[in-house]
């Protein structure tokens, strides 16, 4: 069924700063998941703690606001309950890159089917400016008594060694880019990364929407680069050139589709492998109780472990 964007809106005041990329962030998901037609009831927004995670309270789903760096955790428990909602995690870069890494990590092994969008704005919003994992070092923000001396985690880098095999970077003021972004995201069927970069007027002075301007390009409109992976043999021969893309953050920082593998199959598929009717009867469809009397005995499927006196 056709669907307005407006249908995904909540009646919730948005608390974020004026000017904020999160703005842009916002709107593209409504207009992504409108245009593709996404019932609410079949879309989960998992967010972390952060400005950012606020996006839960913002779109209309089954959503959950989760402990800080658990987002991924906590989509990844939805999603493997009923793989057929549409799970979209929201979460900042200090909740993704700093506290929540190694689930990072651990779903870009697993190549499960949810969507990631990284609100990159480099710097701790919430709690008021401090130096996130994606801020480069030297670079002295308002908030920093000196300049930030950890180097910054790459992202899309970071993506690309674990796993993840759809991995793309948008800028949250380019908010039409960023809806085909989404779009095509949340289709992919495997674990998908969209790096947003997002300007934080309230506490990051120095990547600024100038900033980032002057710098940003979208592959698509240069010649030669193909991120597409259709075969194994192909991600032999691309991998070099695509992890050099990926690197690619200073002067000139690209955006767009920077990698993509279709060939990897993802987890909800290796599961069906060895439980045959996970897809047409995934746990959270499955019945737990029959005439008000539940199928489901804890005792009786541990008595065999339980130490009685
Ligand atoms: C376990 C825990 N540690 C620390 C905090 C404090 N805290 C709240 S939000 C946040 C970081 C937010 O930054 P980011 O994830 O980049 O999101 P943004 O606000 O920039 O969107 C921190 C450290 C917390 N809530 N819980
Ligand atoms: S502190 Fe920064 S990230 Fe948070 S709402 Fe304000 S502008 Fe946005």
Same mark, same amino acid.
């Given at each position: 069924m056709a669907r307005s964007?407006?249908?995904? +809106?909540?009646?919730?005041? *948005?608390?974020? /700063?004026?000017? /904020?990329g999160d703005f842009g962030i916002l709107n593209s998901i409504y207009r992504a998941v409108s245009e593709l037609g996404i019932d609410p009831e079949n879309l989960a927004v998992v967010g972390g703690i !952060? /400005?950012?995670? @606020?996006t839960t309270y913002y *779109? +209309? !789903?089954?959503?959950f606001h989760a402990l800080h760096g658990r987002a991924i955790p906590v989509a990844t428990g939805v999603k493997l309950a009923n793989p057929h909602l549409n799970v979209i995690v929201a979460g900042g870069d200090g909740d993704l890159m700093g506290i929540g890494g190694g689930h990072f990590v651990a779903l870009g092994r697993r190549n499960l089917n949810i969507t990631v969008l990284l609100f990159d704005n480099a710097v701790y919003g919430l709690t008021k400016g401090q130096a996130a994992p994606t801020l480069p070092a030297w670079v002295k923000t +308002?908030?920093?008594?000196?300049?930030?001396i950890h180097d910054n985690i790459n992202p899309v880098l970071l993506a690309f060694a674990a796993g993840y095999t759809f991995i793309a970077r948008g800028y949250a003021y380019h908010t039409q880019q960023l809806k085909e972004l989404i779009k095509t995201a949340v289709r992919h069927r495997g674990a998908a990364l969209v790096d947003i970069l997002q300007p934080c007027p309230t506490y990051n002075n120095i990547m600024t929407n100038k900033w980032y301007e002057e710098r940003i390009y979208y592959v698509?409109?240069?010649? !030669?680069?193909d991120p597409i992976i259709r075969t194994p043999e192909e991600f032999q021969k691309k991998a070099p050139a695509i992890a050099a893309k990926l690197m690619e953050f200073g002067d000139r920082i690209p955006l767009g589709i920077l990698y993509w593998n279709q060939t990897r199959e993802s987890f909800e598929e290796r599961l069906e492998k060895i439980m045959p009717g996970y897809m047409s009867a995934p746990p959270a469809t499955r @019945?737990?109780?029959l005439e008000g009397k539940p199928f489901l005995h804890p005792f009786d499927i541990f008595k065999d472990r339980l130490v009685t006196p």
């Open positions: 964007w407006l249908d995904y +809106k909540t009646q919730a005041w *948005v608390q974020w /700063c004026p000017g /904020c !952060g /400005c950012s995670g @606020r *779109v +209309k !789903g089954s959503n +308002k908030a920093l008594s000196m300049p930030n698509d409109q240069e010649e !030669g680069y @019945r737990i109780e």
